[in-house]
C-alpha cells in the first residue's frame, strides 16, 4: 500500500504547535514530506491565522489553500482535574474543531485524512490489553468523559464519511504521550509531566517529601510523543481504510481506528519512583489516597500495529530523562525572558 502520500503533496497539520502535532510534522520533514523544492508543502497556520472552531474561516482556508492531505491533531486537553471542571468546554470546542476539520476536508476533496483520538474512548473496565473491539462496550471513566465522547464522535465521523462517501479517512488512538512541547502546568497537566515538575520542584525547595494523588496502583502505559510522530507517518505511508488488505475487526469488517502504544505498562507508584530517581530527589514519596485514582488500568492491545510493520522504540529508561531536560530547557529560557 505504499505511493498513499506523495513528496508533492500538500499536508495541513491542524495543532502543529501543539506536543503530537510537532511531533508529526518533524516526522514528515525528516521524510522529506512538505518540501517546497519537492513542490510540496507543510502547511502550518496558527490559531490567528486560522480559528478552527469557526466552520465559515475553516471552509475558507481549504478553499484557499487547497490541501491534499491533512492531520488532525488539535485538541482542547488536560488532566483529570481540568476535565472535571470544565466539562462543557472539553465536549464543545472538540467537537467544533473536530467537525471543523474533518467535515470540511471531506467537502473540499481532501485525497486522506488522520485523525488522532485517545485511549480515554474505551470503557472503564475494559478487557486488558484493550483491543479496538472494546470502543462502545461500557461505560467510560467519570473523570473524562466529556473529552473521550468527543474524541468518540470524531472517530464516528471519519468512519461514517468512509462508509458512506469512500473518503480515505483513518483515526489513530495513542496511549498516553509525553516528550518535547509537554504541558508541564500544575494543575492542568497529565500525569508524567505533572510528575516530572513535582518533583523537581520539590528539590529545588528542598523538600522532605512529594505527596501524590491516589494510591499509586493504577497501571498506565506511556509512549513518546516522537513514537507517535512516526507512527503517524507509518500509517498515512502504509494504510488506507478503502484498501481490501486493511486491518479488519474480528467480525472481519474494516477497521477505522488503530491503537498505537508501546504495549508494556507500570503502575503510577513506579512512574513516580523512575521520575524521582531521574530527577533526583531523595525524599519521600507519599500517597493520597483520597484523590481519584481513574481507570485502574489502561493498556492497549497494539498487535494490529505491528502486523502493519510498525512498533514503538524509545523506552521510558530513554525518554523521561529527554523530559526532565525538555522542563530544565524550558526554565532556563523562560529566566532568559524575564
Known amino acids: ?20 502535532g510537532s511531533a508529526i510534522c518533524r516526522a514528515l520533514q525528516a521524510k522529506g514530506y512538505g518540501d517546497e523544492a519537492k513542490g510540496g508543502a507543510l502547511l502550518i ?21 487547497k490541501p491534499d492531505v491533512v492531520v488532525l ?11 472535571d471542571t470544565y466539562p462543557a468546554d472539553f465536549l464543545l470546542e472538540n467537537l467544533k474543531i473536530q467537525t471543523n476539520v474533518i467535515e470540511g476536508a471531506w467537502k473540499a476533496g481532501v485525497r486522506r485524512l488522520l485523525f488522532l483520538g485517545s485511549s480515554c474512548i474505551y470503557p472503564k473496565f475494559a478487557e486488558q490489553p484493550i483491543k479496538e473491539e ?10 473524562n468523559e466529556w473529552y473521550a465522547i468527543a474524541k468518540i464522535t470524531g472517530i464516528k465521523l ?20 509525553y516528550g518535547p512541547g509537554d504541558n508541564y502546568h500544575p494543575e492542568n497537566s497529565h500525569v508524567l509531566p505533572a510528575l516530572i515538575r513535582r518533583f523537581h520542584e520539590a528539590k529545588e525547595a528542598g523538600l522532605e517529601t512529594v505527596t501524590c494523588w491516589g494510591t499509586g496502583s493504577p497501571l498506565r502505559e506511556f509512549m513518546h510523543v516522537d513514537d507517535l510522530g512516526k507512527a503517524c507517518l507509518f500509517v498515512l505511508e502504509n494504510w488506507s481504510a478503502l484498501d481490501q488488505e486493511a486491518p479488519r ?18 503502575t503510577i507508584k513506579d512512574l513516580a519512583e523512575q521520575i524521582a530517581a531521574v530527577v533526583g530527589f531523595e525524599g519521600t514519596i507519599e500517597w493520597d ?5 481513574g481507570t485502574p488500568k489502561k493498556q492497549l492491545e497494539v498487535s494490529r500495529m505491528q502486523a502493519l510493520g510498525w512498533s514503538s522504540k524509545i ?16 526554565e532556563e529560557a523562560q529566566t532568559l525572558r524575564i
Open 158 to 177: 471519519c468512519e461514517s464519511l468512509r462508509k458512506q462517501y469512500g473518503f480515505d479517512a483513518i483515526s489513530l488512538m495513542p496511549t498516553n504521550l
Open 134 to 143: 472494546s470502543l462502545l462496550t461500557g461505560a467510560l471513566e467519570p473523570t
Open 249 to 266: 475487526d474480528d467480525q472481519g469488517k474494516p477497521l477505522a481506528f488503530l491503537n498505537v502504544g508501546t504495549g508494556v505498562d507500570l
Open 45 to 65: 497556520p496558527n490559531r490567528q491565522e486560522l480559528d478552527l472552531l469557526n466552520p465559515e474561516a475553516v471552509e475558507r482556508w481549504y478553499r484557499e489553500n
Open 1 to 20: 500500500m505504499r505511493g498513499l502520500i506523495k513528496a508533492d503533496d500538500r499536508f495541513f497539520v491542524a495543532g502543529a504547535r501543539g506536543m503530537a
Open 73 to 83: 491533531a488539535a485538541a482542547k486537553v488536560g488532566g483529570i482535574v481540568a476535565n
Open 315 to 330: 523506552p521510558l529508561a530513554e525518554g523521561v530523562p529527554a523530559a526532565y531536560s525538555d522542563l530544565l530547557r524550558g
Open 289 to 293: 489516597s483520597s484523590k481519584p485514582d
